[in-house]
């Protein structure tokens, strides 16, 4: 559907639009966001815990302003909402980014990152005891992951591929890739029961999959690509952006606000997690995963040229950034990026 710029979806945009502008330059009463699962989203979920949104739109004379929450599973669902108009702020990975800065860039449904949410990896894991690398990975296997060919997971095999088996070979594990929601192909894997037995997986889950017996790690996308990368990004289309700018200021320094406490007390964000999640895991176990050295709850892009240099060298996407910095609104462009 989200390929799809059809006019009703433009105009039913608009009057949603319009309904929650009381004035003409008056900025919305309430700001909609959408999350999906696990602790990529942990800043999201401490936002919503500690009102922080609601705190820094006060401070910054714009009242009483409502925030409401949707969790929705995956990128295209994400999508849908953000270009139906049913959703201000979304937080999918730097793939899905690109592809919607790609086909919306000029359109008035146009839509960029306010900033960047986190670097985490991924992890690929398999129950399959004969597969070490992923040259091992035969037509008998199946990997999960979140969307076949638009996520970061998706891209991290292609890129790694693309190492073993040369640039025009990038998708040569397409075919055994199948779209599931991390929770779904993590209850696959350990179960064993399915013809799921590999998974490229988000914290928390890969945490859960390397806990159980016959399970073991294949690869890290840092590794695949070579550096630490981001993991989720937060998209707004122009149009939203340039009409509330105070929101999205506000937006901006609620992601810091709860960046700086997810670091400063790793404990007590865990505890949020599983308060709001009802994560049947320990506060020890989970405090370990929020504190994980490999992560870091940043609103800095890093290394998002990486990522999508390559997705433009397959054909991926038509247009190429100049810079990671034309694909993230002005508010962004003075961290110091990549």
């Known amino acids: 559907m989200w390929r ?19 004035g003409a330059f008056a900025e919305v009463a309430e700001v909609r966001m959408s999350k999906q699962f696990g602790l990529p989203y942990l800043p999201m979920i401490v936002i919503e815990a500690q009102s922080l949104i609601e705190k820094n739109a006060k401070a910054a004379g714009l009242g009483d302003v409502k925030t409401s929450w949707t969790q929705r599973a995956g990128p295209a669902a994400e999508l849908d909402a953000l270009l139906a108009g049913q959703a201000d702020f979304i937080g999918p990975g730097v793939p899905t980014l690109a592809t919607i800065w790609d086909k919306t860039a000029g359109t008035p449904q146009e839509a ?17 005891p004969d597969v070490k690398t992923i040259k091992d990975f035969t037509d008998k296997d199946k990997i999960a992951l979140p969307a076949v060919k638009l996520t970061g997971h998706a891209i991290a095999l292609e890129i790694e591929a693309a190492k073993i088996w040369g640039p025009d070979h ?5 075919a055994i890739t199948i779209t599931r929601s991390h929770a779904d192909a993590a209850a696959a894997v350990m179960g064993g029961g399915s013809e799921i037995n590999s998974h ?9 999959e390397l806990a159980t017996p016959g399970i073991h790690k294949v690869l890290s996308s840092y590794d695949a690509l ?61 405090e370990k995963m929020v504190a994980d050295p490999d992560v870091d709850y940043t609103t800095t892009p890093v290394a998002v040229m990486k990522i999508v240099e390559f997705m433009h060298r397959v054909g991926r996407i038509k247009k190429k950034p100049e810079s990671w910095k034309d694909m993230f609104f002005p508010e962004a462009h003075g961290l110091n990026g990549s």
């Open 4 to 22: 799809k710029f059809a006019a009703g979806a433009l105009i039913a945009a608009a009057v949603v639009s319009l309904a929650r502008i009381p």
């Open 200 to 208: 490229f997986a988000s914290s928390p889950f890969y945490y859960y």
């Open 112 to 128: 960029k990152a306010l900033i960047a949410m986190q670097s985490m990896p991924y992890v690929l894991v398999t129950r399959n």
């Open 170 to 174: 990038f998708d040569k594990l397409d």
């Open 226 to 286: 070579g550096a630490r990368h981001t993991n989720g990004t937060l998209v707004a289309t122009k149009k939203f952006h340039d009409a509330n700018p105070k929101i999205c200021g506000a937006v901006i320094k609620a992601f810091e606000e709860a960046n700086a406490f997810i670091k400063a007390h790793p404990r007590e964000a865990a505890q949020i997690y599983l308060t709001a999640t009802k994560d049947k895991n320990s506060v020890d176990a989970l």
